[in-house]
């Protein structure tokens, strides 16, 4: 079950052989055996492609859920000290993976050399069970009721444009201005998005921005708005490199936005192994200080 879940989520025997230092006839004969033991394909093969089927999808799922008790039953066993090990697989977003996570990781990869790390950098969200992540980090203000989290720390969101545009546009004074200018969305469809900003007196504005372009990468959309294409509103770890460059200038000071959440998403409630724990920790540890709202 092991050797058929590394096939599956790598797609390839060779590479699965290659990481257990075996002949890629040795994999192919076991899930070969799998298949003939239970009776049913649960994978198509070509020469360029490797494709569960619709019995080889829903396997796949059973197994990693038994295969995490039998984890759950052997960590169970061993004191809480022991050392971590095993492979964990991280969905991370993409900017602020790259700069923020990224030297985390790698002091946590050397602390921890029996640790593998495999990582996903995509801003999408992910479907934790379904691919197979151990361990998500989010940044958001939308959580699904659904979601298993554990809160790292925060980020504040900041509207800016360059000196360009303000100075062809004119820089809005109220966020109800906005609603004139060009937005520059998060977003992955061509839709209007609402920003909303709290006021002193605790009055909330809501403004449904008009796109002028639309992205899901803010680093891309800083880029647009650096370039005079319109205002947009980044998370601050994105948007202070271009600040203080004065690329872009901030707009609206005087009105807070609704900070983003950073977290640690899990597939589950059932059992969180030791390998997880560790990481959250670390990140925790590493993360508050820079993070806090």
Request: glycine content about 6%; some cysteine.
């Amino acid at each position: 079950m092991q050797l058929f879940v590394r096939v599956a989520e790598t797609g390839s025997f060779t590479a699965v052989a290659q990481q257990l230092g075996v002949d890629r006839s040795v994999v192919t004969r076991q899930v070969s055996a799998l298949e003939t033991q239970l009776g049913t394909k649960l994978m198509t093969r070509s020469t360029r492609s490797l494709t569960l089927t619709t019995a080889g999808s829903a396997y796949l799922e059973k197994c990693r859920v038994i295969l995490n008790m039998l984890d759950a039953a052997e960590s169970s066993l061993a004191e809480e000290k022991a050392v971590p090990r095993g492979r964990l697989r991280l969905g991370l977003p993409l900017s602020f993976g790259l700069q923020r996570l990224m030297p985390v990781l790698l002091q946590f990869a050397q602390k921890h050399p029996q640790i593998e790390l495999v990582m996903d950098f995509s801003d999408r969200r992910s479907k934790l069970i379904e691919e197979g992540i151990d361990l998500s980090i989010r940044i958001t203000n939308r959580l699904e009721p659904s979601d298993i989290v554990r809160k790292l720390g925060a980020s504040r969101l900041i509207t800016v444009a360059s000196p360009q545009y303000l100075a062809e546009h004119g820089k809005p004074k109220h966020p109800s201005d906005l609603a004139h200018h060009a937005g520059l969305l998060y977003a992955l469809d061509f839709q209007s998005d609402t920003w909303a900003y709290a006021h002193k007196d605790g009055t909330v504005t809501r403004v449904n921005m008009r796109p002028r372009l639309a992205a899901n990468n803010g680093e891309a959309l800083m880029e647009a708005a650096a370039q005079g294409l319109g205002i947009t509103r980044q998370p601050d770890f994105i948007a202070r490199p271009y600040i203080d460059k004065g690329q872009v200038s901030e707009v609206l000071p005087g009105f807070a936005s609704e900070p983003l959440g950073i977290y640690a998403v899990l597939p589950s409630n059932r059992y969180v192994p030791h390998r997880v724990s560790v990481l959250i920790e670390y990140l925790a540890k590493a993360l508050n200080p820079d993070m806090s709202a």
